[in-house]
């Protein structure tokens, strides 16, 4: 079973940055697509942004919210997946959560424990 850990949340001040990143363990086949969720109090959670496994890596997807702050790439390699992100906001403080997702035989929809970004302003 897919196993994920993801680590570099912490506490920043407005406008500053921090990287996230997920690593996959016990992966036998490679994801369909690799992601980003977050989850505010009280809020659903939400898509942040997306990447493919395969092929080009500029094949990404934002949330409005976050285009031109956030960056999502991926090292295939090492099955990691990053989140940069630049000029945060208050808006932005939430639980981050990585998810791997496998949509054809054997499918599977494997995520992380989640870490906490919290902005303050």
């Known amino acids: 079973q897919v196993q994920l850990v993801e680590s570099g949340g912490g506490l920043v001040q407005s406008g500053g940055s921090l990287r996230l990143s997920c690593t996959a363990s016990?992966?036998?086949?490679?994801?369909?697509?690799m992601e980003w969720y977050r989850q505010a109090p009280g809020k659903q959670r939400e898509l942040v942004a997306s990447?493919?496994?395969?092929?080009?890596?500029?094949?990404?997807e934002y949330a409005d919210s976050v285009k031109g702050r956030f960056t999502i790439s991926r090292d295939n390699a090492q099955n990691t997946v990053y989140l940069e992100m630049n000029s945060l906001k208050p808006a932005d403080t939430a639980v981050y959560y990585c998810?791997?997702?496998?949509?054809?035989?054997?499918?599977?929809?494997?995520w992380g424990q989640g870490t906490q970004v919290t902005v303050s302003s």
């Open positions: 990447i493919i496994f395969g092929g080009p890596s500029k094949y990404t």
């Open positions: 016990k992966i036998e086949f490679s994801p369909t697509r």
């Open positions: 998810n791997f997702k496998k949509t054809e035989w054997p499918a599977y929809d494997a």
